[in-house]
């Protein structure tokens, strides 16, 4: 992630870089103008040509920065409508309860040894931990069965080599 922002931060530098740098190129054809000696011209494509690391360095800031964002918040976004009753949350504010009641924006959460009620938002909740705990579930039995395959295809290529040798 730093190596992200890192290579961010480059390329802004070499953009503003050569933003300064066609200011510079206008404010010396102003300066020759003005003293009578013919005038430098730019044309338009000299101009746009300028823009181009300004623009590949937008491109690149939006596919390394805000695009895994936006797809981060989507998911946060599509955890949270999936909360149902009876799923451990852990808050943003590092509360841990189950969850007792579901409604539009909030969530009734069962806390503590007392079994406090607690009523919070959904933008709050921060991670499912009866989710995350089923995804490594799946992968353990997924693993399981990958290598479980693998014995059996072992096993199995043993005892063809067994029978031809025979």
Known sequence: MKLKFKIAACL?????????????????????????????EMTTGAMLLQLVPLAAA???????????????????QAMREAVKIGDEVCTAGGIVGIVLKVEDETVVLETGAERNRIRI???????????????????KERKAARMNGIATAAANNDTKKKKSDN
């Open 12 to 40: 802004c530098t070499a953009a503003a870089a050569c933003l300064t740098y066609s200011v510079c190129a206008f404010a010396e054809g102003e300066a020759a103008a003005t003293n009578a000696a013919p005038p430098v």
């Open 58 to 76: 937008l491109v690149l800031l939006y596919l390394i920065m805000i695009r895994p964002q936006q797809k981060r918040e989507k998911e946060a």
């Open 121 to 139: 938002k959904k933008w709050a909740i921060h991670e499912n931990i009866t989710q995350i705990e089923a995804k490594k579930q799946a992968d």
